[in-house]
């Protein structure tokens, strides 16, 4: 009997443990095909949080814009300064958006937190924002309450997507998406929105 009778003969009777034998060469094949086509893994892109170039503890800063003028001042239990890019991360921010006319008040306000470019010409406050200034000459006093708002404070603008109301004396309007102008005390609702403007009481 030839050797290739005997072994014929030999997978017949064991066929269940042939099988095993043969279906995991297969497998085994595959598995090294699949790894040697396979492309290199991408490298993680996640780095982790930037660092801390510093932290200060319960500050007070005050920025200005080119002519030397205030353009807002801010206090904060925590501040970090963060590696890289040398912008300000704060904690529950309260600060004071300076009035660029004279005799105008200033708007004072708080957030849940702050984002400071290193120029200082970007304002972030993330979280629910109040803001409001005093009265003037015969303009009421005045609040603006929404929230995420991105500034410019040294041209005194800001923004958001997120609903927003103001209350000045009397008078009320609300809508979603926000941009403003406090030098001009220009305020444009972007969509959604409602106003109640009583007159206003004739001066004896």
């Not at 970090?80 to 009035?99: K, V, W």
Request: no cysteine; glycine share 8%.
């Amino acid at each position: 009997m030839s050797l290739f009778s005997r072994l014929r003969e030999y997978l017949r009777d064991r066929k269940v443990a042939s099988g095993i034998v043969l279906l995991a060469l297969v497998v085994g094949t595959l598995q090294t095909i699949m790894w040697w086509v396979a492309p290199s893994p991408k490298a993680s892109d996640f780095v982790g949080p930037p660092r801390s170039g510093y932290i200060l503890m319960n500050f007070h800063m005050w920025s200005y814009d080119q002519q030397g003028h205030p353009a807002f001042s801010m206090t904060s239990p925590r501040l970090d300064r963060r590696e890289g890019d040398d912008s300000l991360y704060i904690t529950t921010p309260q600060f004071t958006l300076a009035a660029k006319k004279p005799g105008v008040p200033d708007w004072h306000g708080h957030s849940l937190y702050g984002w400071v470019n290193h120029a200082g010409t970007l304002l972030k406050l993330q979280g629910p924002v109040h803001m409001q200034r005093a009265a003037y000459d015969d303009t009421p006093a005045a609040t603006l309450d929404t929230a995420d708002v991105t500034a410019w404070p040294k041209q005194n603008r800001m923004e958001t997507a997120a609903p927003a109301r103001m209350t000045q004396g009397d008078s009320r309007m609300s809508g979603v998406g926000m941009r403003a102008d406090l030098n001009d005390n220009h305020l444009e609702l972007l969509d959604d929105s409602h106003g109640t403007f009583p007159p206003r009481k004739r001066k004896s």
